[in-house]
């Protein structure tokens, strides 16, 4: 019997991806939320000193696992919301791909310390990022039988973009105005059983 | 596996990027049995060539690691590129230190620890995988800087000469154009 444990901190950002997985296939698993004063200690056990990082253990076997959207694949492939056949999967991975250049760019936004530089990124990131990203993934979810990014279903990709729109809180509304598809996708995956039973209890955090 | 390469000029772009799946390059255009499949994203299209090649590594757990070092190698792409473009001579400065005197030698590090401990001499315990073919592109990139970084870390300094020696990548790097720019670019979507 494999068991996993998950340690994040006790927010969305870059961990939910994971946890939505876990969510939407049922399987269970430890979330650890690691206090920020703790930190330290969790950072070295992690293999690159990041977080997220997922325990999986098998019997007597133990792997780690870093990177948060390599976490998500593995996840995706052994719960089957990783697309259909080699092309899908392909495919599936390149707008995941694309969803984390965008996530980066936001990243980037909420780093910067420096309230000049904080405003030119954010005029960028509404003006030309977001929208030039927003567009690619309209157009494909536009074409869609199923709401979702596939036609066979829901893959990690929805959850993955999902998330993104729930980390940028009320400014999504703007976005949805103009990317109809897009607010589809994140009713859709809101709706979707056991997500929802999963939104409704998850911790309230602000990213 | 042989394949075709369209090089472009920056003029030509334009042209090619209205042919392209998200606006963007690289992308490969996939024929088979007469049907046309086009994917962009470099590292997508890697992982896709990867499995098909059987260069992912033997099993779900090796191909989980092997994506989680080669994302762990674009971090530090990224980071390089946003020091090759930060204007700011301070902020260019304090970020390069950090690329270079932190997050390469730490990362160098643990792909150090995990190659010794492999017993393969690659990042993977099965063997060569398309993180180690990544991960010895961005040593190439480091040039001057390379060789100090890796005498921190012998087992990848190991892992780049044994990559470099493999006969078909060593014929391939023989061959290839030599281009000017050393550094990753990230492609310009904005004109």
């Not at chain 1, 056990?45 to 007597?60: C, M, R, V, W």
């Not at chain 1, 279903?153 to 509304?173: A, E, K, P, S, V």
């Not at chain 2, 493999?166 to 990753?184: D, G, M, N, Q």
């Amino acid at each position: 019997m494999v068991t996993y444990k998950l340690y994040y901190f006790n927010m969305k950002g870059r961990g939910e991806l994971i946890r939505l997985l876990f969510a939407a296939s049922g399987q269970k698993y430890e979330d650890f939320r690691i206090e920020k004063n703790d930190w330290p200690e969790y950072k070295a056990k992690s293999p690159f000193g990041q977080a997220p990082y997922l325990e999986i253990t098998n019997g007597k076997k133990t792997m780690i696992l870093s990177q948060s959207v390599a976490i998500g694949r593995y996840l995706a492939r052994k719960f089957g919301f990783a697309g259909k056949g080699d092309e899908e999967q392909a495919m599936v991975d390149m707008y995941g791909d694309q969803i984390s250049d965008l996530l980066n760019e936001f990243a980037k936004f909420m780093m910067e310390q420096d309230e000049t530089k904080k405003q030119e990124i954010f005029q960028k990131l509404q003006n030309e990022i977001m929208p030039f990203h927003m567009k690619f993934f309209e157009a494909k979810l536009a074409q869609s039988k199923t709401g979702f990014f596939f036609d066979s279903g829901l893959t990690w990709i929805d959850l993955y973009l999902f998330n993104l729109l729930g980390l940028l809180g009320d400014q999504r509304n703007q976005l949805f105005e103009h990317f109809k598809a897009v607010k589809n996708l994140y009713d859709k995956v809101s709706e979707h059983g056991k997500i929802k039973a999963y939104l409704e209890t998850r911790p309230e955090t602000a990213m | 596996q042989e394949y075709e390469e369209i090089g472009f000029e920056i003029e030509q772009w334009p042209e090619y990027k209205a042919k392209s799946p998200l606006g963007q390059a690289p992308f490969l255009e996939v024929v088979e049995n007469g049907q046309t499949f086009q994917l962009g994203q470099s590292l997508t299209i890697a992982r896709y060539l990867a499995r098909k090649f059987d260069l992912a590594g033997k099993s779900a757990e090796e191909q989980a690691k092997a994506e989680m070092y080669a994302d762990q190698v674009f971090d530090l792409l990224n980071e390089m590129v946003k020091v090759h473009f930060e204007k700011d001579i301070t902020r260019k400065i304090e970020a390069a230190n950090k690329l270079f005197t932190e997050s390469i030698p730490n990362s160098l590090k643990v792909f150090d620890n995990k190659i010794a401990k492999n017993g393969s001499g690659y990042l993977v315990a099965s063997g060569l995988t398309w993180a180690d073919l990544f991960l010895a592109d961005f040593l190439d990139r480091l040039r001057e800087k390379k060789d100090i970084l890796l005498s921190n870390a012998p087992a990848v300094k190991s892992l780049y000469e044994k990559v470099l020696d493999h006969p078909k990548v060593s014929k391939w790097i023989a061959k290839r154009p030599k281009t000017e720019k050393y550094l990753y670019q990230k492609p310009q979507n904005f004109d």
